[in-house]
């Protein structure tokens, strides 16, 4: 077994991705590392995060602990609405996800190939899984962002030149975030553009089973 | 034709038989329509085949696997990528004694609503490139490739709302919309259980979620207490 370094907590991994969110933003955030994100935006981010169940303003979780089984994230969650939420069906949901009314989608990943190639849904050694909304989200978002840990528990690259998983959509990533690295999807393939903080650009080259390039200008993250 | 209110969830799915296919409205605990999948599991309806976001996942339908109602799914969200908290259905289908079909979440919408409005499927570049595909038609559309996904029907729908008017005209209430009011057009019956049923003309016509022409059962019924899964 490889050893590979620790690199970022995932809240820290959180923190990289809610970077590349701006004001104004229409951004669906996946279950896992995504859901971390919003915490990390200042008060008044001016981020409208959609639920795929039919909910464009989602504040935050609701810990008051009184349970409105009609006020939910995708995951079940109670949650809270910020001023100038809205409501809709499901059809209009999915209107939103997969006609490019969402500028940005945030998933969790199982692999990630170079060519942008996404696999998050299921595990065949495991014997399963259930797509929910992943696939209408990979295809659909205007720009794809997935957050992962770089390398399996095993030691394994997650980030490959072909996924071995089933897929959740093709060639549908433009950016990785890992807890080593930041690696954009171009046509020639993985670039690195950022490593974590204590990680080296060998080190991230080592934790990627496929070619990585490396941006002339690749830098320390900024956290 | 306008809809006929019944005093109990068993009395609403009156003529119900075995080997029926139908859809469940709801999203995890919202739109749910808990009281009517209780009458269902009372009724003993046996070989149902289910169209449903989710089963296992916060609603009631796993109910339905206790003596084994269900013969198979339809759903986006059935089988758990992790071991953790398997549901009888999981297990059921692990067994092989259900059938599962998953598809795309905006897939089985789009497809519902395709069923329910009359149209022969729906062409969608979700799904390309995955086991969704398989077995499966593409057809090009000025030069895009897109998946040719089927229309789906059920002969019953089971919906849950917040208010309904003596005519059928039905209220939803925050995520509660969900799949309830497209899963509306595509049932040859469609029983929806509300929490307060008004005289007309006390819903706003802004506010109809459903029209009227789409109901054909009202049932008035204190909401299942649910919890997060």
Redesign the interface.
């Known amino acids: 077994m490889t050893t590979h370094p620790a690199g970022l907590p995932r809240e820290l991994i959180a923190l990289r991705v809610s970077h590349e969110l701006r004001r104004g933003m229409v951004v669906n955030l996946g279950i896992g590392v995504p859901t971390l994100v919003p915490s990390h935006l200042p008060a008044d981010h001016g981020v409208l995060f959609q639920?795929?169940?039919?909910?464009l303003g989602l504040a935050g979780l609701d810990y008051s602990g009184a349970?409105?089984?009609?006020?939910?994230n995708?995951?079940?969650?109670?949650i809270t609405l910020v001023s100038g939420a809205s409501?809709?069906?499901?059809?209009t949901?999915?209107a939103m996800?997969?006609g490019g009314h969402v500028d940005v989608s945030v998933l969790g990943g199982l692999q990630v190939a170079s060519n942008g190639?996404l696999a998050n849904?299921?595990?065949p050694e495991?014997?399963?899984?259930?797509?929910?909304?992943?696939?209408?989200l990979a295809?659909?978002a205007k720009r794809l962002i997935v957050a992962m840990d770089h390398v399996t528990r095993e030691g394994t690259s997650r980030l490959l030149a072909r996924c071995t998983y089933?897929?959740?959509?093709?060639a549908c990533t433009d950016l990785v975030v890992t807890n080593l690295a930041v690696i954009e999807i171009t046509p020639d393939g993985f670039l690195l553009r950022e490593v974590a903080p204590g990680v080296t650009v060998e080190q991230v080259i080592a934790a990627t089973d496929a070619p990585l390039l490396v941006a002339p200008d690749v830098r320390e993250m900024t956290l | 034709m306008v809809a006929t209110v019944y005093d109990t969830p068993d009395a609403a799915l009156e003529g119900i038989g075995d080997g029926v296919r139908v859809m469940f409205g709801g999203f995890v605990t919202a739109g749910t329509p808990s009281n009517l999948i209780r009458a269902l599991r009372r009724r003993g309806t046996r070989g149902i085949l289910g169209m449903a976001n989710n089963i296992g996942f916060g609603d009631l339908l796993d109910e339905l696997c206790e003596d084994g109602q269900l013969a198979g799914m339809i759903a986006t969200f059935a089988i758990r990528a992790s071991s953790a908290k398997k549901s009888r259905f999981e297990d059921q289908y692990r067994r092989g004694e259900v059938t599962l079909e998953l598809s795309p979440q905006g897939t089985f919408v789009e497809r519902i609503r395709a069923g329910g409005a009359g149209l022969g499927g729906v062409l969608t570049r979700t799904g390309l490139g995955t086991p969704v595909a398989e077995g499966k038609r593409t057809v090009e559309v000025q030069g895009v490739t897109y998946l040719l996904e089927e229309p789906l029907r059920a002969d019953v729908a089971l919906l849950k709302a917040q208010r309904a008017d003596r005519l059928g005209n039905i209220e939803y209430r925050a995520s509660g919309r969900n799949f309830n009011p497209i899963m509306a057009m595509a049932a040859d019956l469609v029983i929806v259980e509300v929490e307060e049923i008004v005289e007309v003309g006390e819903i706003d016509p802004e506010r109809v979620g459903t029209p009227a022409a789409f109901v054909d059962r009202i049932v008035q019924c204190a909401p299942v207490q649910v919890f997060t899964p």
């Open positions: 639920s795929e169940n039919g909910i349970f409105d089984p009609e006020h939910i995708a995951g079940g969650q109670a409501f809709f069906d499901s059809a949901s999915f996800i997969r190639d849904w299921m595990v495991r014997g399963g899984g259930s797509m929910g909304g992943a696939m209408d295809s659909g089933p897929l959740t959509a093709q």
